[in-house]
C-alpha cells in the first residue's frame, strides 16, 4: 500500500509541475501586459468620451498628443498612432509670430506628463487630429484659460460658442497676452 501512495504522490506531482510549466508563460504574459500593450487593446474599439490620457507631447499651443492609440479610419493619416488634440474654439499664435512660445509653454506647463479628458465628439480634422476640448486634472478647460490669458483668440470661422467669445472681449479689453500687440482683431491672429 505504501508503495501505491507513492505512486499517487509522485503522479500529482509531476501532473502539478507539468501544469505550471506549462501555464506560467500564459499567465505571466497575460499579467505582464505594458500599458502601451493595454493601449493597443482599447486602440480600436471606438473613442471613449471622455477620452481618458496622459499627454506625451506639446505641437504648439493648441495642439497636443495623448498616449493613446487609435487605429479607427476617422484618425486619416494618423490612424494607429498616439491620437493629436487640435484644440476646438481656439487659436493659438503660429511658429514665428509674437507668443507663439508663450501660447506653448503655458500648455505645457497646464497639461505635459498629466492626465487630462478630452471631450469631444469623435470629429477629426483634415490632419486626423481629434477636435475637443482639455479639461485639466483640476477641472479647468485649457481651451477657455488659453483665451482668458491672451494665448489664443476665438476661433469664430469654426466656432460660434459665445462663451469663448466672451472670454477673448474680456482678454482684449484688459491688454494681456496677444491683446498687447498693435493691429490685432477679434477672432483673428
Not at 505550471?20 to 505571466?28: G, Q, W
Not at 506639446?58 to 492609440?69: M, V
Request: net charge positive.
Amino acid at each position: 500500500m505504501p508503495h501505491f501512495r507513492f505512486l499517487i504522490s509522485r503522479f500529482a506531482f509531476f501532473s502539478l509541475l507539468f501544469f505550471v510549466l506549462t501555464s506560467t508563460p500564459t499567465i505571466l504574459a497575460s499579467c505582464a501586459l505594458t500599458s502601451e500593450e493595454s493601449q493597443q487593446l482599447r486602440s480600436n474599439s471606438d473613442l471613449p468620451n471622455p477620452l481618458k490620457a496622459e499627454v506625451i507631447g506639446i505641437q504648439d499651443g493648441d495642439t497636443i498628443e495623448l498616449k493613446f492609440i487609435y487605429s479607427g479610419k476617422k484618425a486619416g493619416r494618423r490612424m494607429g498612432k498616439n491620437v493629436r488634440i487640435r484644440f476646438l474654439h481656439v487659436n493659438c499664435p503660429e511658429r514665428g509670430t509674437p507668443f507663439y512660445n508663450n501660447a506653448k509653454q503655458f500648455t505645457s506647463e497646464k497639461c505635459f506628463r498629466k492626465i487630462v479628458s478630452i471631450r469631444h465628439k469623435g470629429e477629426f480634422d483634415k490632419y486626423g487630429r481629434l477636435l475637443g476640448e482639455v479639461v485639466l486634472p483640476d477641472g479647468k478647460v485649457l481651451n477657455k484659460e488659453l483665451v482668458k490669458k491672451g494665448l489664443a483668440v476665438h476661433f469664430k470661422k469654426y466656432s460660434h460658442d459665445q462663451e469663448y467669445a466672451n472670454l477673448e472681449i474680456a482678454a482684449n479689453k484688459q491688454k494681456i497676452g496677444i491683446w498687447t500687440q498693435p493691429g490685432m482683431e477679434l477672432g483673428h491672429l
